[in-house]
């Protein structure tokens, strides 16, 4: 029972109100910086989980987890289809073809990419169908040459529903008239967006138009989009179905095409991570002066205890215990406002524009205009180990010069 005496000694001195205001003052500061600082950090990568989420649903939505290119098309592709739309961990296989082209109507010009799909499979492997805004995907045929615009991409051409668009490819014709660019009258049916640079830079067109488009034979595609059941195993996925399916193929994944974006996502997320950290070392830095201070107050509770027959390591536990409890329940305190401010940020923050009637993201420079959250509760884990560390190593020096007061020279002069 006596080994628990230093803990229960530890707590007492953490919950007794002290006659020395400072020392309440520093120790209150510690334990709201611990609040703070385990607070902000959750709330953060929180927004920060919120972005990747909302990248990696919108724009790896559009952008295809893989694709299998054919040297130079894919000859049988409907047959290819099913053989890659059998292997384990694929959900959608869809035929594409793509060119680089030159939009000009009327009142503009802009580059683009421009997509050939097939719009019955292509919400296999793209999200393009969920986020039209006018038009629809299903008025894409290949008798009427129609085509789907960004709404971005759509803006600059000045172009509405039913405007004609014409496709400039970068190839010549020759003739005896000369040699003039090869291009294509397209009728403007739909118009999507899905934010960034995506609404700015795509284009849809039926597979069959895309074809006649780049004069390619009748039923033949120059790749297959695939998607899979978990994005990141695309990369090594993509290869073995290389070699399960015939021909000399070429192949192509999402991270050579969009992977240093979400690299510099979770840099920034690691680099903010660490700054924030900070914040907690500060705090801690608090609870070492808070302890220091404490045990240069209770010197003679310190020697009355050495003299009744605790050891100095007691001791140190008596110091380190408080510390900790201090720390702890600044931690917890922090984690319940990040765990809450992390679930209702996004409200709060769209609540708060209403009212000042600002908007802090442009959905025109930001993809998205709404700030998005996603609490991750493997971070959130992180973050407590780190501060309870943190706390530990903060109450070590305290508690090690309270194990070195002597009682004969603090009892001096009691």
Known sequence: MFNFLPV??????????????????ISFSSIAGLALGVAVLIVVLSVMNGFDRELRQRILGMVPHATLWGSPNLLNWQADAQLVEALPGVLGVAPHTQAQVMFQSKKGVQGALLNGID?????????????????????????????????????????????????????????IAGITPRLKRFTLVGIFKVGAELDSSLAYIHVNDAAKLKRLPKGQVEALR???????????????????????????????????????????????????????????????????????????????????????????????VQGVFIGAFGSILGL??????????????????????????????????????????????????????????????PAWRASKVQPAEALRYE
């Open 226 to 320: 695939i998607s899979f059941d978990n994005l990141f195993k695309a990369p090594t996925a993509i290869w073995e179905i290389a070699r399960a399916v015939p021909g000399q193929n070429r192949v192509s994944d999402w991270t050579k095409t969009h992977g240093n974006l979400f690299q510099a996502i979770q840099m920034e997320k690691t680099m903010i991570a660490l700054l924030l950290l900070l914040i907690i070392a500060v705090a801690a830095f608090n609870i070492v002066s808070t302890l220091v201070m404490v045990v240069t107050d209770k010197q003679t509770d310190i020697a009355i205890l050495r003299t009744m027959g605790l050891t100095s390591g007691q001791v140190m536990c008596v110091f380190i």
């Open 336 to 397: 319940i406002l990040g765990v809450l401010g992390a679930l209702n940020v996004s409200a709060v923050i769209s609540w708060f524009e209403k009212v000042m009637n600002i908007q802090f993201l442009n959905a025109d420079v930001y993809f998205i205009s709404y700030l998005p959250s996603e609490l991750n509760w493997q971070d959130v884990k992180l973050i407590m180990i780190s501060a309870f560390i943190m706390t530990v190593l903060a109450t070590i020096y």
């Open 8 to 25: 229960r000694i530890g707590l007492r001195y953490a919950r007794a109100k002290r006659n020395n205001h400072f020392i309440s003052f």
């Open 119 to 175: 719009p019955e499979l292509e919400a296999k492997v793209s999200i393009i169908d969920e986020h039209m805004v006018k038009g629809s995907l299903q008025a894409l045929n290949d008798q009427s040459f129609g085509i789907i615009l960004g709404e971005q991409l759509a803006k600059i051409l000045r172009v509405k529903l039913g405007d004609k668009v014409t496709a400039i490819l970068p190839e010549a014709n020759v003739s």
